[in-house]
């Protein structure tokens, strides 16, 4: 599996624009790229999920630039509660894919401030 | 969505004693669950994958007879720490998929060992 660089941490505030890229130079042909989100104490929740170009739920946003050695999470106008760690994952597709184990890496702490 | 239920949320035990925590798929049939561990500011870790029916298989350096896993139906997989020490507290998470969707994690269990 693809080895993903994430910076560690990020603070924000209310309202604005948090973007969290994710390095994965290795990334193979048949990888496709995901982000979890995990608030403390929780398990993961799935994201978004992409292989290239552009992705948008009514959650994020998923930016892939051609060469797909690395994606940018966009997350609009946040608030409080979106401070959590978010995970990105390059693998097999998380969807039309059951039984894949994931592996993660470090993960980038969001701070969302009033 | 599909719900993946842990059960405990928390419990806290003796040192040398066995703690069971349940993994179950509330509204769908798993063949495949997978079991990770979390310490505090760190990532999540695989240690096994639980199928049903089949014995687990285990990461390398996870010890099976430590971590006791049991798939014994489709909506149920148990992980039993056997006779559990303080370095064996940490959030333990479980997550299962089916057909076409992403994974999806339980709540957690924090496991303390006093």
């Known amino acids: 599996l693809a080895k993903t660089t994430q910076p560690i941490s990020m603070d924000s505030y209310e309202g604005q624009e948090v973007n969290i890229t994710c390095s994965h130079n290795n990334i193979a042909t048949n990888d496709y790229i995901t982000w979890y989100q995990q608030f403390p104490s929780q398990g993961p929740r799935f994201i978004i999920q992409?292989?290239?170009t552009k992705v948008t739920n009514e959650v994020a946003s998923l930016f892939i630039p051609a060469d797909r050695k690395s994606s940018t999470l966009s997350l609009p106008r946040v608030s409080l509660s979106d401070t959590a760690v978010y995970y990105c994952?390059?693998?097999?597709?998380?969807?039309?894919?059951?039984?894949?184990?994931?592996?993660f890496g470090g993960g980038t702490r969001v701070l969302v401030k009033p | 969505g599909a719900v993946v239920s842990q059960h405990p949320s928390r419990v806290i035990c003796k040192s040398g004693t066995s703690v069971k925590i349940e993994c179950r798929s509330l509204?769908?049939?798993?063949?495949?669950m997978f079991w990770y561990r979390q310490f505090p500011k760190q990532s999540l870790m695989l240690m096994a994958t639980s199928n049903e029916g089949s014995k687990a298989t285990y990461e390398q350096g996870v010890e099976k007879d430590k971590f006791l896993i049991n798939h014994a139906s489709l909506t149920l997989s148990t992980l039993t720490v056997t006779s559990a020490h303080p370095e064996d507290s940490s959030f333990y998470i479980c997550?299962?998929?089916?057909?076409?969707?992403?994974?999806?994690f339980g709540q957690g269990t924090r496991l303390t060992v006093v």
């Open positions: 992409g292989y290239k």
């Open positions: 997550s299962a998929s089916y057909l076409d969707t992403e994974a999806f």
């Open positions: 994952l390059v693998g097999p597709p998380m969807i039309k894919a059951a039984g894949n184990k994931l592996t």
């Open positions: 509204d769908f049939q798993a063949t495949t």
